[in-house]
């Protein structure tokens, strides 16, 4: 399994830096956790954007997770309901 690790600002200024470090494993076929850990800051567009690439990921049969989900980033997921869909548990911010 590749590790990709999230910035700490996945502010909407920061979108651009987010799409440009997940691009290149779109295809990488390897599964794929994107470490969490390290978010401090959250916008909703870059949870849509990380939603669309988890999802563009699974449409290609690759699997993608969020693991070790910082308290902030767990809660804007569950606030923009979008925790199940990065496999985020929402009690925890850990993955399931």
């Known amino acids: 399994m590749n590790q990709l690790s999230l910035q700490t600002d996945l502010g909407i200024e920061c979108v651009a830096e987010l799409q440009a ?15 969490g850990d ?25 699997q993608t997770t969020v693991t070790l989900a910082s308290p902030t980033l767990a809660a804007a997921a569950r606030q923009l309901a979008l925790a199940v869909s990065l ?10």
């Not at 494993?25 to 956790?33: F, I, N, R, V, Y």
């Not at 978010?39 to 449409?59: K, S, T």
């Open 21 to 35: 470090a997940l691009q290149p494993h779109l295809d990488d076929q390897m599964p794929l956790a994107l470490a």
């Open 38 to 62: 390290r978010v401090e800051r959250v916008h909703a567009a870059g949870l849509q954007l990380l939603h669309a690439f988890v999802r563009d990921r699974a449409a290609r049969g690759h």
């Open 87 to 96: 496999g985020v548990d929402t009690e925890t911010g850990e993955t399931p």
